[in-house]
């Protein structure tokens, strides 16, 4: 599945993100039951708001140079069919960070000006995509060719 996402937009009720970009949504935060998350493995406290901070890098893994301007979308649940979603974009230095509330995240990245840009979670199989906030406060990306030698411009 493609997302594309217009960068850099902010929806009321949600907080903005922080360095790279914008933060968007499509309805109120997910909410957490305990009885069904993980106990929290970072001792990085919420804000004042009750949110966390996420964060990480995105690095190329030809050359483990900064991967500017990719999205990292974290999507969520709300009920039966029906999923929502936020999403930052990295700065030139390849890192990103978004405040989020309590629960249980589908994280992906992807890059729209390329289509050839596969990303995965460094240090994850390529199907472990979800995180638990609390517990997970960085999540980095490494990009790779999905077909090498293909040339497949995004909408960019």
Do not use: K
């Not at 970009?21 to 993980?38: L, N, R, W, Y």
């Not at 190329?60 to 009920?79: E, H, K, M, Q």
């Not at 979603?85 to 990103?96: A, K, L, M, W």
């Amino acid at each position: 599945m493609v997302v594309l996402v217009a960068c850099g937009s902010t929806t009321p009720g949600f907080p903005s993100a922080g360095p790279g970009g914008g933060a968007s949504s499509t309805g109120p935060p997910p909410s957490s039951d305990p009885a069904t998350t993980d106990p929290p493995t970072t001792t990085d406290p919420p804000t004042t708001d009750g949110y966390y901070t996420v964060s990480g890098t995105v690095v190329s893994r030809d050359t483990g140079a900064a991967y500017p301007n990719a999205y990292v979308r974290f999507g969520w649940l709300a009920s039966a069919g029906y999923e929502m979603e936020t999403h930052t974009v990295t700065d030139g230095s390849g890192r990103y960070a978004i405040q989020l509330p309590a629960g249980q995240y589908q994280v992906t990245a992807g890059d729209s000006c390329d289509l050839n840009a596969g990303f995965t979670i460094v240090g994850s199989s390529p199907d472990d995509v979800m995180i638990t906030v609390p517990g997970t406060g960085v999540v980095d990306f490494v990009e790779y060719p999905i077909t090498p030698g293909a040339d497949l411009p995004g909408v960019c």
